[in-house]
């Protein structure tokens, strides 16, 4: 069943998809879109070293983007360093600077359109026992970090007070982070490894109504953007990653839809507590 | 039990610095098992920093915080705030920073007068309401050690005179120490038994009547607070209770307006006196 490469695709596929969910969802609700982008265009420097020193790409990718991740969190401490600016500035330059090493290794041939969109055709049997080994390690480690992550990201000082210690569980999810990076890049390429996180997130924040139920489903709806997008790009010959990202897309379109039930529910549960604090006054 | 003399937390000679400017400096402060403490000062005075020194949220950069080990506290912040894009109902907020039992979160919420609230969105709260959800969330940790940042904001009067009273009940309770503040100081002075009066430094501190009366408390406040002291000691012939029924003077209780909701709206009954 392996020896397709289509198949193959589709397992890492889904498998990625079910880690980035639950990731995806504390990058929206801390609003890290813009770190986890510059996290994955650090891959790209990541991709380049690997080759330059003939190590092994994902381990590569880890140590670089986990590395800038801790820098980051360093310079956030710093009050005085405005971490938008930071952000674009590392993430452009970790970008360019990929680019230009690549650029400078005559001696490798570089798919740079693999790198940058993801491509099926390259995932080995190998990739997929790092997406599933690396991701159920990911996952158990989330869900180790679950309750006082979620406090945290609710209030870092009510966190902090009642004993959640949230700077560990923010370090540990950061280093998550990078590693769900390092193992999503043959699918969906590094320019689009942020959308695979956030929009099945986003998609699923419509139809919850928990972060545990919110995770779930942004697993779920990924994994289907993932097989959608895959056979898509089978079909017309796209590239895999922005194919995937095109599906997800597509559902999250489908979700602002008024058709779930379970919509229906929540408006109904906030138009009546509209009503009751409108009663109110 | 907790020994009644060790303190839950102290603060000696604490002071932050933050950019360059010293947001509050040389605060004694101390809390002990079934004492309310509490802060007042006008805004900016370092009530808030002074807060989350005791709690340990941010370091002093002088002086020395020092808690209980393994200290059980309940914190409500000054502001939280939950965006769209976090989908929190208020049961799960409950439970935000411990497992507690379903009769434990009744209980805690009950208390509060917010249980008919419990499967709604956060976000769709009114002020007071998440005010009162989050006094909910951090009593029914049952802490020893509570701490409250201006716990009433946006609470109305009444549910206000209410709230206090619950925070004195707990502590009569739970045996907790309260760290309390607030801006200002007639409401709370009933159920205080220590007041620190903060305006970047201790002004002024004592029982509620003593600072009420010190020169320092008079120059930063006015006179204005003793004079609505002696209003609210005086309105006292029907009690607010906290899940929105009215108890009056001669014991009967009457419901609210609407049957499922926990507001009272103050003149569906006979108001004695003004």
Redesign the interface.
Known sequence: MLDDFFTRALIAGIGVAVVAGPLGCFI??RRLAYFGDTLSHAALLGVALALLLEVNITAAVFVVSALLSLALLGLQKR?DVSSDALLGLLSHSALALGLVVLAFMTWVRVDLLGLLFGDILAVSRTDIAFIYGGGFLILAVLAVIW?PL??A???R????????NPDRANLIFTLLVAAVIAIAIKIVGILLITALLIIPA?TA?RL????E??AVLASLIGASAAIGGLFGSLRWDTPSGPSIVVAALGLFLASLLPVAGRIGK?RA??HS??A??L??E | MLKQTDPLVSLTGAGLK??GRWLVRGVDLVVRPGEIVTLIGPNGSGKSTTA?MA???VRPSEGKAERSPSL????V?QR?A?D??????VD??MR???KLSQAEVDAAMDATGVRH?R???VR???GG?FQRVMLARAIA?KPALL?LDEPVQGVDFNGEIALYELIRKLRDDLGCGVLLISHDLHVVMAATDRVICLNGHVCCQGTPTMVAESDAYKKLFGRRPSAALAVYEHSHDHTHLPDGRVKHADGTVTDHC?PD?G?H?GHEHEHGKG
């Open positions: 929206i609700w009050a309750h979620f406090a990201t609710v209030n000082e009510l966190a902090e007070a009642e004993g959640m986003a924040r919850s109504s928990g972060p139920q919110m929540n549960a906030s507590a509209e009751r604090r009663g109110n | 933050s950019g989350k709690l340990g949220v059980r506290i309940g914190y912040p939280v939950i769209w894009v976090l989908p929190l109902t799960r907020f935000l920073t411990g609230l499967n709604t969105e769709v709260l009114s309401e940790r701490v609407h909701d507001h709206h």
